[in-house]
């Protein structure tokens, strides 16, 4: 999908989805509780031992990557009146100005507001299905993908490494952080990954991606990380790793890895003026991304903490026109009449700087602190308005998203 509505983001980078959507809606529910000794809450959580044992940092990685391989999937999406054609990304030219005005030809959401001025690419022929990758978190066969490969799909089939092919059914999506959960519909024992620990991956470990670019399946790719907490514009939850490993069409919703072979990101997004691989891909963080999918796997859709103000960082720029010389914090631009926000008392133009135990220094912090707070839970809350510290207890509402 391709959004035609301005957007002023910060660093200034435009991104190409790395999947195509299809056409009508998927229904999805939750699976069965585990009848296992141990509880799909407990597998999703825990952290896995290194894929294959360390033997040096000049080591080969094919015993990593044959260890992981049968975990990573290639998820192929087709309207009912589809014909296989190869997909082609979305190409932006290398002008800063074409840049500026082409943002947010991100992921295929159907957010607000984001996205810049852009044509769709042209596309010869009937309406294609589209390919992308995944990769397994259960044994049971649940399936790690982007919500913008599998958006609007009537049919989706995955494909296994050994080239088996199963239906999928997708169990529910959340389209704010570009992730979505497909059910295997088949008999077996599958391959869950290894979860890595994205919360301390720094800048510079060596990292690796599997996925089916262009269709390619079992594709690996090597690299570094190249920068943590990265903001493209694709909402208010930004917090990507930066890659260089090579990322192309079709890598969408695979997994990215440490160098033990553990997840710590899901392949999302790419920086081209091209339409190919130029060393900057964005991965959604693994902690992130399985927390959402968890919830999904549970219940078939995912809940958060919701306050009903909009938020806006606060720059020295704007510090100085309010005559503060605090820097940091989260500005209320809007609330809700009726809100949680507004019946906890917190009024336009203050400034939160901090949300329970939890420092915020810009808006992005907020909006995560609040995503994740326990819906019904009183949090306090620090607010500077007009100069004075108040202190608030802020009551989280909630939403759900991605119901069928």
Do not use: C
């Not at 199963?166 to 391959?191: C, H, M, N, S, Y």
């Not at 919703?253 to 899901?266: I, M």
């Not at 100085?320 to 009449?337: P, Q």
């Amino acid at each position: 999908m391709i959004l035609n509505r301005r957007l002023t983001v910060r660093p200034l980078i435009a991104a190409v989805a790395l999947g195509t959507t299809a056409l009508v809606g998927v229904a999805g529910g939750a699976i069965a509780a585990d009848n296992g000794r141990t509880s799909i809450a407990e597998r999703f959580t825990a952290p896995g031992p290194a894929a294959v044992a360390s033997t040096g940092v000049h080591a080969s990685l094919s015993d990593m990557v044959e260890a992981v391989g049968p975990s990573v999937v290639q998820i192929q999406v087709k309207p009912a009146s589809a014909q296989e054609q190869q997909f082609e990304p979305t190409q932006f030219g290398s002008d800063d100005s074409e840049l500026a005005d082409r943002l947010g030809q991100l992921f295929g959401f159907g957010m607000q507001d984001r996205g810049g001025q852009s044509e769709a690419p042209q596309q010869q022929g009937p309406q294609r299905g589209s390919l992308g990758s995944g990769f397994i978190v259960d044994a049971s066969g649940i399936v790690i993908t982007n919500n913008h490969v599998v958006n609007g799909a009537d049919r989706v089939t995955v494909q296994m490494s050994d080239g088996r092919e199963f239906a999928g059914r997708v169990l529910g999506r959340d389209p704010k952080i570009d992730v979505a959960v497909v059910k295997i519909e088949g008999q077996g024992k599958f391959t869950p990954i290894k979860w890595g620990d994205s919360d301390h991956i720094r800048v510079g470990d060596s990292v690796f991606a599997v996925g089916s670019p262009f269709g390619l399946g079992n594709t690996v790719t090597s690299g570094i990380v190249s920068a943590r907490g990265r903001e493209i514009g694709a909402g208010p939850y930004d917090d990507f790793l930066q890659v260089d490993a090579a990322i192309n069409s079709g890598n969408s919703g695979g997994p990215l890895f440490d160098s033990a072979g553990r997840v710590v990101g899901v392949n999302t997004a790419i920086f081209s003026p091209t339409g190919g691989n130029v060393g900057i891909g964005f991965a959604i963080p693994a902690a992130m991304a399985r927390k959402v999918a968890l919830q999904i796997a549970q219940t078939g859709h995912v809940s958060r903490g919701r306050i009903g103000v909009s938020l806006q960082d606060l720059t020295p720029e704007i510090a100085s026109a309010m005559g503060s010389n605090v820097t940091k914090g989260a500005l209320i631009a809007e609330v809700e009449d009726g809100g949680a926000a507004a019946r906890s008392g917190l009024q336009r133009g203050d400034v939160v700087r901090r949300f329970g135990s939890k420092p915020v220094d810009n808006g992005r912090d907020l909006a995560r602190a609040v995503a994740e707070a326990r819906i019904g839970s009183i949090v306090p809350t620090q607010v500077l308005r007009d100069g004075r510290q108040i202190s608030l207890n802020l009551r989280i509402a909630g939403e759900a998203i991605g119901q069928s």
